[in-house]
């Protein structure tokens, strides 16, 4: 259900492209990134200070900040458009006018909307003047978000504002699919050297000069050494068309005779072609010489694309590279740049352990998750009383290929890397069997159908004479010892599930599709009537339910009543006034016993089914929806009767699982309840959890594995991206393919399916 909330504008008070500027280059991604997760609900708009103003729908307002003014009018045509909610400006000294740039404090003074501020610069151990203005601009601010946790130090101790008003938010980065550096240079054929890089505006402030001295120590240890420098010289440092700051790095370059080890690319570069060069890079170089300056773009930029760093020490960088992160150097210092330079080219595990701590740091900072806490903040001023909604991405199946092998899916990745040596699982190749199979439903792809059978092909691999399967097939594929020793009641039962799906959509599917489900959906009949375990009976009851939805048969009928009175009698023993619930704990997949007696009460039409399903699901989100906000059962210790749960150790399946069970109950019960907490689950996965974090990396379309206590895992594996998928899918209006097709792919499907059993 989508919310009605009215749309809010937000306008940011900003220099912005084409400006070329660091503030404006911020001020643009965070824009966007906010307009990308929230614009249902949430507007970011421009107030573009320049003196050329260009104006559009996403700039509908100029300022010229060297008159002073226009402070006052720019304020009243805000205050004019009843649209706009809240003001966000964007401060860094040198941007606005008169001393200090107090020409600001006329905005200020006549704006009548909400105002928040980001701080790019903290200055410490200011003087009188400095203190009183920053005071001044802070005695109007709602918010102010700073970037580093030593800003807001330095705020509160040495300008004594409020804690209250001040947000540490990191300065955003880009999500990137990480990568080895050797992968990435083979785009610029560079395969064969060793590369340093510094990117940005060039500016006397950048010392790059440091780093041109440090290399031919760096050169005569690695001869192979390239230092790439990359970007355009600031404008503000061009003075009558001479470019002197370029012009003497060039003749320095060619004084210490380096040219073929330095290369200079004189241009501005598209987000997208930069964090190619920094994923080429093995060692990052920081040069930076204001020891007061409080945030870099460039430097977390390095960080995000897994770059070894090597910088100078100020607050930013010294916040950042703690615990072997990187290493920092005194400010011109350009022997120790060089000895730390040498250090990192030598030990290539370092350059790894580094670069995944980077990566690894720098998950929190993406934009994606730097929007979602702006967006927060700003509803908190606009219009707390409603929720704000979180866009829906759009259905990706790049990492779902990338896992998929001739044989099926790969368990496990490192980061968003397939790891081939886990090998495969009946359990997550009936899952992707089950999002393929709604993938196809929704939008009828010929190349669904190719995957979808490449993950029934699996199962039909894995079933044995008996009827039951084995769950664990080795990179070789091979069958794993695993399965003499484990219990496989519950992936056996998922593999009912599976097949069930397949054969519901028989309208749809080819034959052949159909034929072999169904052979090996009968052959597990035999085992399916006698399983115990309650979340079995739950997986099993969806399959037997989803063919009966086609056949009929009478005899499948009899078999989900004979295993939901199984789940009637645990309920009765273990339920109480206060624990309406199957077992005396709550664990994984929880969801799913309310739904089998659901679809008992479909097939039977008995009230008791449908009494005990609704009693035990509204109970069960009674444990997940706590204070509006959706958590999983943790499987720290899961949730045991009569015992405070446990927090945090939250995984995809649960919040899929929750997703689908709620979407069946919304439609089963047409109770609108239902659809709210549907997409408020659902929102999970987007950022709206105890982190604030997305777990969905938009970037190759996978999830992430876990949402710990203070951490998101990184891990991309088979599991977490198919159960991702699965509510994604759940989310999308429903649509119909207008006819069957046929294959027009190589099925892998044997003629002689019956004769290989």
Not at 136 to 165: D, G, P
Not at 187 to 209: A, D, H, M, Q, V
Request: aromatic share 12%; hydrophobic share 35%.
């Amino acid at each position: 259900m989508k919310n009605s909330v009215s749309k809010s504008k937000v306008v940011f008070v900003s220099s912005f492209p084409p400006t070329q500027c660091g503030i404006a280059t911020f001020t643009q991604d965070l824009m966007t990134a906010i307009n990308n997760s929230f614009n249902q609900t949430i507007k970011c708009v421009v107030c573009n200070l320049t003196d050329k103003p260009i104006i559009s729908s996403i700039i509908p307002f100029s300022l010229n900040p060297k008159i002073k003014e226009e402070y006052k009018s720019t304020a009243l045509r805000i205050n004019n458009d009843t649209s706009v909610k809240l003001v966000h400006i964007q401060h860094e000294f040198g941007l606005f006018g008169g001393e200090y740039g107090n020409y600001l404090l006329d905005f200020l003074e006549n704006i009548n909307k909400p105002v928040v501020f980001t701080f790019h610069s903290v200055i410490p151990n200011p003087d009188m003047g400095l203190k009183t203005f920053v005071k001044m601009l802070a005695s109007y601010a709602n918010i102010i978000f700073v970037m580093t946790k030593k800003s807001k130090n330095i705020l509160t101790e040495q300008y004594q504002i409020s804690e209250e008003i001040i947000d540490y938010t990191p300065h955003g980065t880009h999500v990137v699919n990480y990568e080895n550096p050797s992968e990435a240079k083979r785009k610029f054929n560079l395969e064969n050297r060793s590369i340093l890089s510094t990117f940005g505006l060039l500016s006397p402030g950048k010392s790059i000069e440091t780093a041109i001295k440090a290399m031919p120590e760096i050169i005569k240890h690695t001869p192979d050494v390239l230092y790439l420098i990359i970007g355009k010289t600031h404008p503000n440092t061009i003075k009558n068309n001479i470019d002197e700051y370029r012009n003497y790095l060039e003749s320095l370059v060619l004084e210490l005779n380096l040219n073929n080890n330095i290369r200079f690319i004189d241009r501005y570069l598209e987000t997208s072609e930069l964090l190619e060069y920094l994923k080429a890079t093995d060692i990052y170089l920081f040069t930076s010489k204001d020891p007061n300056q409080a945030v870099s773009g460039t430097f977390v930029y390095a960080l995000s694309c897994a770059c070894p760093i090597i910088a100078t020490s100020i607050p930013h960088t010294k916040e950042l590279l703690a615990n072997n992160t990187g290493i920092l150097y005194d400010i011109g210092n350009y022997e120790q740049l060089a000895d730390a330079t040498k250090q990192l080219l030598s030990n290539g595990d370092l350059r790894k352990s580094m670069a995944f701590a980077a990566y690894e740091k720098t998950r929190e900072s993406s934009w994606e998750n730097v929007a979602i806490k702006h967006a927060n903040t700003y509803w908190e001023l606009i219009d707390e009383n409603n929720a704000i909604h979180y866009n829906y991405p759009p259905i990706k199946l790049d990492h779902l290929k990338k896992m998929t092998t001739n044989v099926g899916i790969i368990q496990f990745s490192k980061i968003s890397e397939p790891d081939s040596t886990s090998g495969y699982t009946l359990d997550d190749n009936a899952r992707a069997l089950i999002a393929m199979c709604l993938h196809y439903q929704l939008y009828g792809e010929q190349e669904s159908l190719y995957y979808l059978t490449k993950y029934l092909n699996f199962i039909q691999r894995c079933q044995t004479s008996s009827g039951t399967f084995v769950n664990y097939i080795d990179e070789n594929n091979h069958e794993h010892i695993k399965n003499n020793y484990i219990n496989l009641e519950d992936s056996n039962a998922r593999a009912i599930w599976a097949l069930g799906t397949v054969i519901s959509s028989k309208a749809y599917l080819p034959k052949e599709i159909i034929d072999l489900a169904t052979f090996c959906f009968m052959d597990s009949l035999p085992w399916v009537k006698n399983i115990l375990s309650p979340r079995s009976i739950g997986f099993v009851v969806k399959g037997l339910y989803l063919y009966y939805g086609v056949t009929k048969d009478r005899r499948i009928a009899f078999v989900i009543e004979k295993l939901v009175k199984n789940l009637i009698t645990d309920y009765d023993e273990s339920s109480t006034v206060d624990w309406k619930w199957f077992e005396n704990y709550m664990t994984y997949a929880n969801s799913i016993l309310s739904e089998a007696l659901l679809y008992s009460y479909l097939i039977t039409g008995k009230q008791v089914h449908k009494k005990i399903a609704i009693e035990s699901f509204d109970f069960l989100l009674s444990k997940m929806f706590v204070n509006d906000q959706f958590r999983t059962i943790s499987n720290k210790g899961w949730c045991q009767k009569g015992v405070e749960p446990n927090q945090y150790g939250e995984q995809p399946i649960d919040v899929s699982y929750a997703v689908l069970t709620l979407d069946l109950f919304y439609k089963t019960c047409n109770d609108s309840r239902y659809e709210v907490l549907k997409e408020k689950a659902f929102s999970w996965f987007l950022g709206k959890n105890h982190l604030h974090q997305m777990m969905y990396n938009s970037i190759t379309g996978g999830c992430h594995d876990g949402l710990e206590k203070s951490n998101v895992n990184l891990n991309q594996g088979a599991e977490s991206t198919i159960c991702y998928l699965m509510a994604r899918l759940a989310m999308e209006p429903a649509q119909v393919p207008k006819s069957k097709p046929i294959l027009k792919r190589k099925s892998n499907i044997s003629n002689q399916m019956i004769v290989s059993k």
